[in-house]
């Protein structure tokens, strides 16, 4: 069959996505992190073959509209936006794999819309709520993205983003990464700011999960460190764990291949 992508502009409640859909099978909602956009997913789009990839940039994020001001933004609008991209590509369910921010939406996702939800993957994430410390460092961080742009906000975020092994060994990565932080829109920087200090504390969800989950880890994590997602990995019946070796919390962009693998062995496992 031919392998087939296309670039959607989907209307969600006061906004537009951009959503990368490619090939045929098991739809997969991938859903990207902060401040990053679906190209996060590149080589996951490239190698997940059997399935249906589904990528939307969020609202305020890639080639998104990114409303402003930025109060709309919320975990929950976030997760009906991407109802919203389903309910558009007729999808009735998807296995949805969120990044950090995008695990925190998949949360919400579970919360909110549950019956769309087949099995759940959770790269880089932490199910817990911020510290009153961390809501603080969301308000001085956006304070700063209004003030000097994005260029500042990549450079407080991409030393702590990348393992050692990617600073070292693959300035390309380290690049690449750092191009997507700089293109993020300040105003979707400041709303996802606001909506990760905000949301919901996920830890008494896990417990309640009840279908197939695979947690991925990065060794060299520091802002979702591994230990912390294999303890969220107990805590949800019958998930699976995988440790990334010479990851840190970009996994599908620093071990791309490894990566992959640990996505295809457990869609496989689904079908
Ligand atoms: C992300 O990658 O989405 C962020 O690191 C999440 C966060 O800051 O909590």
Known sequence: MA?????????????????????????????HGFPFDHALWRHQLAALTRS?????????????????PPDGYSMARYADDL?????ALDVKQAIVCGLSMGGYILFELLR??????????????????DSPEAKRGRDELAALAQKEGARAVADALLPKALACATFVAHPDVVAEVKAMMLRAPVPGIVGALRAMR???????????????????????????????????ARAIPGAQFALIAGAGHVTPLEQPIVASE???AFLGRLR
């Open 112 to 129: 909110r819309h549950a019956d769309r939800v087949r099995a759940a993957i959770l790269c880089n994430t932490k199910a817990g709520a």
């Open 3 to 31: 392998v087939t992508a296309s670039l959607l502009r989907v209307p969600v409640d006061g906004a537009e996505l951009a959503v990368e859909v490619r090939g045929y099978g098991t739809p997969v909602l991938f859903i």
């Open 198 to 232: 905000d949301r919901p504390d996920s830890t008494p969800l896990l417990e309640a999960i009840r279908i197939p989950v695979l947690v991925v880890a990065g060794d060299d994590d520091q802002i979702t460190p591994a230990a912390g997602m294999q303890e969220m």
């Open 83 to 87: 109802v919203a991209v389903l309910d």
């Open 262 to 264: 640990a996505l295809a």
């Open 52 to 68: 249906r990839r589904i990528a939307p940039d969020l609202r305020g994020a890639g080639a998104s509209s990114a409303p402003d």
